[in-house]
Nanobody
């Protein structure tokens, strides 16, 4: 059984920063990709940032220059440093990990950017 547990969400003012973290527990798997997705109210879930097992990163256009994804493959953790947050970043953020083509998801964590 694989569990992904997110932490670090909350309420932040526009222009502020948050750091999300995700830890994978259970079966010791080597994930080819670890990523963060976001689901804003009334919208579909979308990819925010991803990092491969070769540490290649990819970002949504809205995240480029503001967000930084990082992973520790030894500890099976992935983090998302989010700076210069704006209200459009509000949503539920989901941790994702891929192993052998199978997707694993965290339960999600709320991020609200509001004054």
């Amino acid at each position: 059984q694989v569990q992904l547990v997110e932490s670090g969400g909350g309420l932040v003012q526009p222009g502020g920063s948050l750091r999300l973290s995700c830890a994978a527990s259970g079966r010791a798997l080597f994930y080819s990709i670890m990523a963060w997705y976001r689901q804003a109210p009334g919208k579909q879930r979308e990819l925010v940032a991803s990092v491969t097992n070769f540490y290649r990163t990819d970002y949504a256009d809205s995240a480029k220059g503001r967000f930084t994804i990082s992973r520790d493959s030894d500890k099976n953790t992935v983090s998302l440093q989010m700076n210069s947050l704006n209200p459009e970043d509000t949503g539920i953020y989901y941790c994702n990990a891929v192993f052998n083509g199978e997707n694993y998801w965290g339960q999600g964590i709320q991020v609200t950017v509001s004054s």
